[in-house]
Nanobody, 124 residues
Framework: QVQLVESGGGLVQAGGSLRLSCAAS???????MGWFRQAPGKEREFVAA??????YYADSMKGRFTISRDNAKNTGSLQMNTLKPEDTAVYYC????????????????????WGQGTQVTVSS
């Protein structure tokens, strides 16, 4: 079992930045780590994922968000720049213990472990 705890959410003005962190109880180097988000009244959606040296982003996040991880510290991060009000959501960290590549790493159903989420609110 892997426990994931997100932190770093908060209130920020449009155009601002936030850095989310995900602390894992353990995170094997071959696990994929992903970030998903859920806005009020909407389904949870993929944000970004990293597995090894491969990274994946949802189209609307490319160029604004950067995912990273530190296997030695069992942590992951999501740097979010140029935030927009539509980025307001609860952001979840997730880990996939099985191999994934490409599209599979963006699928919510592939992820085995989830954090409780952290709220990000972007004001206009």
């Amino acid at each position: 079992q892997v426990q994931l705890v997100e932190s770093g959410g908060g209130l920020v003005q449009a155009g601002g930045s936030l850095r989310l962190s995900c602390a894992a109880s353990r995170l094997a180097f071959n696990y994929a780590m992903g970030w998903f988000r859920q806005a009020p009244g909407k389904e949870r959606e993929f944000v970004a994922a990293i597995r090894g040296t491969s990274t994946y982003y949802a189209d609307s996040m490319k160029g604004r968000f950067t995912i990273s991880r530190d296997n030695a510290k069992n942590t992951g991060s999501l740097q979010m720049n140029t935030l927009k009000p539509e980025d307001t959501a609860v952001y979840y960290c997730a880990a996939d213990r099985d191999y994934c590549a490409g599209y599979d790493c963006t699928r919510e159903a592939n992820y085995d472990y989830w954090g409780q989420g952290t709220q990000v609110t972007v004001s206009s």
